[in-house]
T-cell receptor, first 113, second 116 residues
Framework: SAVISQKPSRDICQRGTSLTIQCQVDSQVTMMFWYRQQPGQSLTLIATANQGSEATYESGFVIDKFPISRPNLTFSTLTVSNMSPEDSSIYLC??????????FGSGTRLTVV | AQSVAQPEDQVNVAEGNPLTVKCTYSVSGNPYLFWYVQYPNRGLQFLLKYITGDNLVKGSYGFEAEFNKSQTSFHLKKPSALVSDSALYFCAVRQGLPSNTGKLIFGQGTTLQVKP
């Protein structure tokens, strides 16, 4: 199964700034997924990132706020832009591995002050 | 569009009693269904999945789930609950083939509280 290294594990940021989260996978994968988990809530899919094409965003999420890069088959970044306290959440990346299983990163706990 | 509903925000059971955490889904075509558990300040842990075959799926830590196509349900069960089972449980669905989106959509989560 794939192993994901997600960085940073946590951060405290000032409102109005941006944070870039990185996910490195130890094998090549076609699709990577980015999720947000707001405090006490479920995981909400932000976007699907395919290598070589623009990310596909879910309803309620836009590229200007959450730009995503996918430069190769093992790496992706999610940027949370112009942050406000409402962006305080856990952000997770995920990949689909063989036999319809999924691996998740350990998450980035973001606090915006 | 695919969706998952977990109708109970919290389930309370006594240790040693059987537990059920409910999940219903909506998806076009054949569903691929998953259960995950999340302990406080920790990542998601995979419990079990249904892709095809036997409707009763057995997973980690003594958990099992039954796929019911007519009721579009995938309830999580355990014959005898442990205090250490107390955690947040998520049901999730992926649209099956021929869909190739790979998107996994989560339910809102159910907190399981097992009391000694």
């Amino acid at each position: 199964s794939a192993v994901i290294s997600q960085k940073p594990s946590r951060d405290i940021c000032q409102r109005g700034t941006s944070l870039t989260i990185q996910c490195q996978v130890d094998s090549q994968v076609t699709m990577m997924f980015w999720y947000r988990q707001q405090p006490g809530q479920s995981l909400t899919l932000i976007a699907t990132a395919n290598q070589g094409s623009e990310a596909t965003y879910e309803s309620g999420f836009v590229i200007d706020k959450f730009p995503i890069s996918r430069p190769n088959l093992t790496f992706s970044t999610l940027t949370v832009s112009n942050m406000s306290p409402e962006d305080s959440s856990i952000y997770l990346c995920s990949v689909e591995i063989s036999v319809y299983g999924y691996t998740f990163g350990s998450g980035t706990r973001l606090t915006v002050v | 569009a695919q969706s998952v509903a977990q109708p109970e925000d919290q389930v309370n059971v006594a240790e040693g009693n059987p537990l059920t955490v409910k999940c219903t889904y909506s998806v076009s075509g054949n569903p691929y269904l998953f259960w995950y558990v999340q302990y406080p300040n920790r990542g998601l842990q995979f419990l079990l999945k249904y892709i095809t075959g036997d409707n009763l799926v057995k997973g980690s830590y003594g958990f099992e789930a039954e796929f019911n196509k007519s009721q579009t349900s995938f309830h999580l069960k355990k014959p005898s609950a442990l205090v250490s089972d107390s955690a947040l449980y998520f049901c999730a669905v992926r649209q099956g083939l021929p869909s190739n989106t790979g998107k996994l959509i989560f339910g809102q989560g159910t907190t399981l509280q097992v009391k000694p």
